[in-house]
């Protein structure tokens, strides 16, 4: 058995110092060293919580190299927490690398729970769908952000991105023209913090509410977008359609179905849900 320390990945606040978990807090105060986004940034939260720790530096453009630096005080038995300037590490901000250096080194890496935007977010939204995919920062070219938002169109699920306030206006134009005017859009600004909004309107409305009020275009977003509608009899031909009607007008509700699946090689279990619908 190695004498490895572990490296925690610990979430911290996305506004509001009280959303840090006790947990998080007994962690960052047991280990040897904090690995962060923004030293100064977290030097901060320590002062608040009266910790003092040795701070390295792991951002977006050191990450490759720090990772090697953590892994090596890991490797000498060295406790160290992973912590980002809000929310988890890893989920749109740095960590991943980091995380997945460690553990292909065989060093123990735990998750120590806590805040995060997109599920704040989801749970104030009251949106009720199956499921929600989230795709994080939308690109920053308008014909870039584009074609990702056509790729998202046809899925049946929620929608989850984080936008920055110098971009929200062209994103909500963009998520209007690609996926559609008439969706619901819930538009969640400053969670947690003292100006949170928490906005639903169509799509096609956005835009206007954003720019009727300058302060609403200010701070963080998270931006959740109503799933696309399942086309469920759309994607059968409508010939298949036609033949299912005459048969169902003959015929049991089986036996119209198993002779539509011969006829028209569909799958039997769409012709089955779909004469269902059309007997009811």
Request: hydrophobic content about 45%; charged content about 25%.
């Amino acid at each position: 058995m190695n004498n490895f320390g572990t490296l925690y990945v610990v979430a911290t606040p996305i506004g509001n110092l009280g959303d840090i978990t006790l947990r998080g807090i007994e962690i960052l105060k047991a280990v040897d060293a904090i690995a962060a986004e923004d030293t100064r940034h977290t030097s901060g939260l320590l002062s608040h919580f009266g910790i003092s720790k040795k701070l390295i530096a792991v951002h977006e453009h050191n990450e490759h190299q720090s990772a090697e630096k953590l892994l090596i005080l890991l490797k000498a038995g060295e406790d160290i927490a992973l912590v980002t300037d809000a929310g988890t590490p890893g989920i749109s901000d740095p960590g991943a690398i980091v995380v997945d250096l460690v553990r292909k080194a065989g060093v123990k890496v735990v998750p120590i729970p806590g805040a995060s935007a997109v599920i704040a977010a989801l749970s104030a939204s009251g949106i009720a769908q199956n499921g929600f995919l989230f795709h994080g920062f939308l690109p920053a070219s308008g014909a870039a952000r584009r074609k990702v938002l056509e790729a998202l169109k046809t899925q049946a699920v929620t929608l989850v991105f984080y936008e920055a306030p110098h971009r929200i206006v062209e994103s909500v134009d963009d998520i209007a023209k690609v996926l559609g005017e008439d969706r619901k859009i819930t538009i969640a600004r400053e969670l947690t913090k003292t100006f949170e909004t928490i906005h639903t309107c169509q799509t096609s409305l956005a835009s206007a509410w954003l720019q009727a009020d300058a302060n609403q275009q200010r701070g963080e977003f998270v931006l959740l977008v109503e799933a696309a509608a399942i086309k469920d009899t759309e994607e059968i031909p409508e010939e298949t359609v036609r033949v299912l009607k005459l048969l169902l007008a003959e015929l049991p509700l089986k036996q119209a179905v198993k002779l539509a699946t011969e006829i028209t090689h569909e799958k039997k279990n769409s012709l089955y849900d779909l004469a269902l619908k059309i007997k009811n």
